[in-house]
């Protein structure tokens, strides 16, 4: 009668111990965020690039709502990776610390990864409202404005993260995503190596803002739906990787005395 409550006491303290590291992951992963927050309020320089580099872009275009619109979600693309990139530079020597004293990499990793996503979908609900007020009228489907928006940002977060990874130092990263981003407006997207780069979705949602594709309208849809998603997931897994890579602690083992 007794074995069954014994047997339920480890796996209780099991429990116990497993709900404790999650909620102090949590914990980690929401203080980490709101610090980067904090971080990034301070770098008004970078934030007024992330607000105003966007706009430009647009603005200049605007008689083209093709141009317009692409440039526009290239630019919050290019704003949001950079945003993405000088906070994980920023950081590295104190994620180093953190790690050593205990906190999880993940949790470092997750908290400075959403504070840039959020950041990333208000500016693009915010230029989403910005296209519609101005241009909505003009447009085949002005709702899927927000959805190209919401998918550039969230793409070019990791792609960010990765560039960090990448090179030593935020002005090389900055280069390195000024570039990708060049070739990604240069090059005519419908070749079919252009797939490869990171915001090929961009050509695909756009198409389907702008121009009347007919029965064609869901494809271009499910395509750039599909690749934003993919690449998301490749970049998040790369920059996870090598992040957690960066952060692992070496555990060296006691001098053995003879």
């Known amino acids: 009668m007794s074995t069954p409550l014994l047997q339920s006491v480890p796996q209780a303290e099991r429990d116990h111990a497993e709900g404790a590291r999650f909620r102090s992951m949590a914990a980690t992963t929401s203080l980490v965020a709101l610090v980067t927050l904090c971080e990034l309020a301070r770098r008004r320089g970078a934030l007024a690039l992330a607000t105003f580099l966007p706009l430009t872009f647009y ?3 605007l008689e083209t709502h093709w141009t317009a619109i692409r440039l526009l979600s290239i630019g919050l693309g290019w704003a949001t990776a950079t945003l993405a990139l000088f906070t994980q530079v920023s950081s590295r020597s104190v994620d180093r610390r953190l790690a050593v004293s205990g906190a999880r990499p993940a949790s470092l990793l997750l908290g400075r990864y959403l504070a840039v996503l959020g950041l990333g979908w208000i500016l693009g609900l915010l230029y989403s409202g910005l296209v519609l007020a101005t ?83 869901a494809d271009y849809l499910r395509r750039g739906l599909a690749h934003g998603a ?12 090598m992040g957690v ?12 005395h003879g």
Do not use: C, F, K, Y
């Open 59 to 61: 603005l200049v275009r």
């Open 135 to 217: 241009i909505g009228d003009e447009l085949t489907h002005p709702g899927a404005v927000p959805v190209m928006l919401l998918l550039t940002a969230t793409v070019a977060t990791p792609l960010g993260s990765l560039a960090a990874a990448l090179v030593p130092r935020d002005l090389e990263g900055a280069l390195l995503l000024l570039s990708v981003m060049a070739v990604q407006v240069l090059v005519d997207p419908s070749e079919g190596w252009t797939r490869v780069l990171p915001l090929w979705s961009t050509r695909e949602l756009a198409s389907v803002v702008v121009e009347n594709l007919g029965p064609e309208t």
């Open 230 to 241: 993919a690449m998301t997931v490749l970049l998040t897994t790369a920059s996870w990787a």
């Open 245 to 256: 890579l960066r952060l692992r602690t070496v555990r060296i083992s006691a001098p053995i």
